[in-house]
């Protein structure tokens, strides 16, 4: 019962993914950055401290992460468009509209 609930909350952004190229491709060049800044401190024996291209690397990789979350996240909760504002300004005038032509009608109507 909890994975099914887990699949149904993950629904929105595997189907995000799947439709978001910028978002796919952000993640995948955050997971390329990574990978090469995980081999690049595997290969130097120098302190990852004071390495400044992994460091750069990493940070490349947290900025690519970052925003296909962002993107993946952003879209899937967008709030709706308010719709009902304009929705009631055409009904305020079809009415207002109505009105008139009722009123002319009986006007021309009684003479």
Same mark, same amino acid.
């Given at each position: 019962?909890? !994975?099914?609930? @887990?699949?149904? +909350? ?11 190229? !910028?978002?796919?491709? *952000?993640?995948?060049? #955050? ?8 081999? %690049?401190?595997?290969? %130097?024996?120098?302190?990852?401290? *004071? ?9 490349? $990789? @947290?900025? &690519?992460? $970052? ?16 719709? #009902? +504002? ?5 009904? @305020? ?5 109505? #009105? ?7 006007? #021309? &109507?009684? &003479?």
């Amino acid at each position: 019962m909890a !994975s099914s609930d @887990t699949i149904s +909350r993950l629904t929105p952004y595997i189907e995000q993914l799947l439709e978001d190229d !910028s978002a796919r491709d *952000n993640l995948r060049q #955050g997971a390329a950055k990574l990978r090469g800044a995980y081999q %690049r401190s595997q290969k %130097r024996r120098v302190k990852a401290a *004071n390495d400044k291209k992994l460091r750069g690397q990493i940070q490349g $990789a @947290t900025r &690519s992460l $970052a925003a296909g979350v962002v993107a993946l996240v952003g879209d899937a909760q967008k709030p709706k468009k308010r719709r #009902g +504002r304009k929705l009631l300004a055409l009904l @305020t005038l079809g009415a207002l509209g109505a #009105g008139i032509a009722i009123a002319l009608n009986q006007d #021309g &109507s009684e &003479s």
